[in-house]
């Protein structure tokens, strides 16, 4: 997959050129999208919408539009019933307020052998959920408006690749650069900052895409050799 970052001074040009240059031997029943966390512009053939994503009626009206030029309505994006602002305001709350903050309790496992973190604000509900230590698995999920579906999810997968340095250890770099999420505005909300240097360790955290669908790398290192890694993905759910 490649990721093309667009300069918000040339989107509504380069919308323009992509909606002229879309297929038209199809009965112009394709279309083009791309996003950030305030706007989605849907690009059909000599049509252009930018779409607020807290808007719901802006997506029907994009959506009975596409439906009209003969596009299936479950290919056309959705509103996802939130706004992505606040997902990501409540995101940077509940990591601090769970599994990056030493100070915070566990809750009951909710699997066998599970380390389970939970934290909950207003309409939205977290859930944090990993297995292991020095290899571990998790995924985090988040409820809105007290529903029963999840509205957002992560997976991740990490690992030491020092076999001397114990979980402990680790742990004590890793919690710290976990509490900056959200001071650094270039960064998705997932994680950490870009990077966060503390004393001998340094943390850097890499990510492709946005809330909606993303990929990332994290890693720490001590004395510039890569001690620790962690891969992760996710976006929303429907």
Known sequence: MDTVEIPENRIDRIADKISKSLDQEHG????????????????FLNKVFKLDRSKKSDYETMRQYGASIGIP?????????????????????????????????????????????????????YHNTYFGGKKFLGKEVVYHDGGSRPQWGMNYYGFMLNDDLTEDVV????????????????????????????????????ADGDLSNFTGLEEISKDSEVVYRLHCHGGFIK
């Open 28 to 43: 112009a029943s394709w279309y083009a999208d791309f996003r950030n966390n305030n706007s989605h512009y849907i690009i």
């Open 73 to 125: 309505t479950y290919q056309l994006p959705s509103y996802y019933g939130f706004d992505i602002q606040e997902l990501h305001k409540f995101l940077v709350e509940a990591k601090k307020q769970t599994y990056a903050n030493e100070n915070i309790k566990k809750v009951v496992s909710l699997r066998p052998n599970s380390e389970d973190y939970h934290y909950e604000n207003g309409d939205w509900d």
């Open 171 to 206: 742990d004590k770099a890793l919690r710290p650069a976990l509490m900056q999420i959200g001071e650094d505005k270039d960064i998705l909300p997932v994680r950490g900052p870009k990077e966060f240097v503390n004393g001998e360790w340094k943390y850097t955290f890499v």
